[in-house]
């Protein structure tokens, strides 16, 4: 009978930690965006239009994210942004939302 009390054990850690994400999320009004210098810019382009939940644990590299950016405009009707923004952007997906390293 180790497994009911292992799977109580879990849902009770599970629920302990339900404050501290609610608070982390206060902290952070553009969360799951982690907070750097570029979320505010990003989450008026990209989760303009969709939640930011689907795209923060992508993990793409600078290459793709431009990419993306080029497929959204030709085949979701994205509107353009200017090099300097698009730039900003690109620096913030490759520098919070990038392949993860070891």
């Known amino acids: 009978m180790r ?58 590299g600078r290459d793709w994210w431009d990419d993306t950016i080029d497929r959204m405009k030709r085949d979701h009707g994205m509107w353009d942004i200017d090099t300097e923004t698009r730039e900003e952007v690109l620096d913030y997906l490759e520098a919070n939302l990038g392949p993860e390293t070891d």
């Open 3 to 60: 497994i009911p009390i292992l799977i109580s054990r879990a849902a009770a850690a599970a629920l302990l930690t339900l404050p501290l994400a609610a608070a982390a999320e206060e902290d952070n009004p553009y969360a799951p965006l982690p907070p750097a210098e570029g979320v505010e810019t990003v989450a008026s382009h990209c989760a303009a239009c969709h939640s930011a939940r689907t795209f923060v644990h992508m993990r793409q």
